[in-house]
């Protein structure tokens, strides 16, 4: 049982924890992060990163960085309701999706505040439903995370309702505790560690 509690205190543990721990994996991911911009270079023709319109906290709008890894033609679309979205992903681009290495980037919205290690994933500032579901259920209010309960629970493979169903027992259990599970459970279903493992 989580002994940590107080919404305040959690606050504050759960952002020294984001900070800490962003800092501390971009710093040792370094290397690899100049190794894979140069492949994505490589690779095809655009810019390192893709900067996504999305919705932070209240609704607050920001820019979210992911290494690029569709072409530069890609509508500006959830995957989901995008057509044929493979024919736009890159070759190398495939792999940082398949790994979800593409999200490393995240984690300097992490330090600057727009995001938490872990929440809701943000919205696209097109995902109207999605946006006025989270609203319903005062979803919006939470800081958007890299991970978070859907995510541990069929991602892109679930609907609508299930995401923010999800959401919502977030938001109704939140707490440091949870944020430690949700994240072990994040790196442990990670396909290319399940890989390792085999």
Known sequence: MCLIQGKKFNYLIKRFFDIFF???FLTLLLPFIFLIAILIKVDSK??????SKRFGANKDL??????????????VIDTQNLKNSSNYVTKFG????????DEIPQLFSVLKGDMSLVGPRPALYTQNNLI???????INVLKPGITGLAQINGRDNIT?????????E??????????????????????????ISH
């Not at 006025?132 to 005062?138: A, G, S, V, Y």
């Not at 609508?160 to 919502?168: A, C, Q």
Request: with cysteine.
């Open 22 to 24: 962003s800092f501390l």
């Open 46 to 51: 655009g810019p390192i990163l893709f900067w």
């Open 62 to 75: 920001f820019y979210m960085p992911k290494f690029r890894s569709m072409k530069n033609e890609t509508p």
């Open 94 to 101: 495939k792999f940082l999706r398949n790994t979800s290495i």
């Open 132 to 138: 006025q579901l989270r609203e319903k259920h005062d």
């Open 160 to 168: 609508l309702n299930e995401k923010v169903g999800y959401d919502r």
């Open 170 to 195: 977030y938001l109704k259990n939140q707490n440091f505790c949870f944020d430690i599970r949700i994240l072990f459970n994040t790196i442990y279903g990670l396909k290319w560690l399940k890989d």
